[in-house]
């Protein structure tokens, strides 16, 4: 059984793993798993804090696994039921590693990575040709209708998210790096609505929210398109604004997740 819907369900479910029950996302939300995963049933939100102990009891799963923020403040209720494994929450090809090999399946994880990293060396060398002078990428999540927005990092910080681990393989440095006062040991930068011309590259990727938001709505991304300002961007003027898909940018956590950025990375830069 899986206690959360990122690393831990969507890493059991690309290796084919047996999974009884799983934490959700908000609303219920599972993301890049199979139609089955998506049918399991649900131990609760766990992504907001909503854990079903007794759902879980009832699952009779024989071994628990999930991110360990999520479970470390259940772990004698979890362990109690079955024995439980929380995967540290680090750079997540090691939580994705770590989720395989507690159910004997870590030689097939590492091996999932080969094909991936000769996808990313090939981005860079075509990314290299395209723009030779280097690319200038903002990417930015919108998540609710304030106009606010977070201008997201590269690895140095944002290990948990693989779109950060496929930028800097691709030789792409964000512009949240080089914000005014951006503090680079931090995942991503605030950028008020009367600020938004900071946002501004030669392309800008942004998504809707995310982070366990099933449904932000229409009406938050038009808190950021609707803006005069956003007209006024360069990259939005060259039409080289982009809107992505949240779950592989910000709640991805396996190779169809990494594989989806660089699908997206093409279509956009390429």
């Known amino acids: 059984m899986s206690l959360d819907a990122y690393v831990g369900l969507q890493t059991l479910d690309e290796l084919g793993a047996p999974v009884v029950a799983t934490g959700t996302l908000g609303g219920g939300l599972r993301t890049l798993v199979s139609a089955a995963s998506q049918e399991l049933p649900s131990i609760g ?48 090809r090691d939580q994705y590693i770590d989720v395989a090999d507690s159910v004997a399946l870590g030689a097939q994880a590492t091996q999932n990575f080969t094909g991936l990293d000769e996808r990313i060396v090939a981005l860079r060398s075509e990314i290299e040709l395209a723009w030779p002078d280097g690319v200038r990428l903002s990417v930015v999540r919108v998540s609710d209708t304030s106009g606010d927005v977070r201008s997201y990092n590269t690895l140095a910080a944002s290990t948990t998210f693989l779109y950060a681990d496929i930028l800097s393989g691709a030789g792409i440095v964000p512009t949240a790096n080089s914000l005014t006062g951006a503090d680079p040991s931090k995942v991503n930068t605030a950028v008020s609505a009367e600020n938004l011309p900071l946002i501004d590259g030669d392309v800008i990727i942004y998504y809707v929210g995310a982070g366990g938001q099933a449904d932000a709505g229409i009406a938050v991304e038009q808190s950021l398109v609707s803006s005069p300002l956003w007209s006024k961007l360069s990259a939005v003027q060259a039409d080289r604004a982009f809107k992505v898909d949240s779950a592989p940018w910000f709640d991805g956590y396996n190779l169809t997740g990494a594989n989806a950025v660089i699908d997206d990375l093409r279509r956009i830069l390429l």
């Open 45 to 92: 939100v766990t992504a907001l804090g909503d854990m079903q102990l007794e759902a879980i009891a009832a699952a009779a799963p024989d071994l628990i696994v999930g991110r360990q923020p999520i479970g470390e403040e259940y772990y004698t209720e979890l362990s109690g039921i079955a024995p439980t494994v929380l995967i540290p929450f680090t750079y997540w």
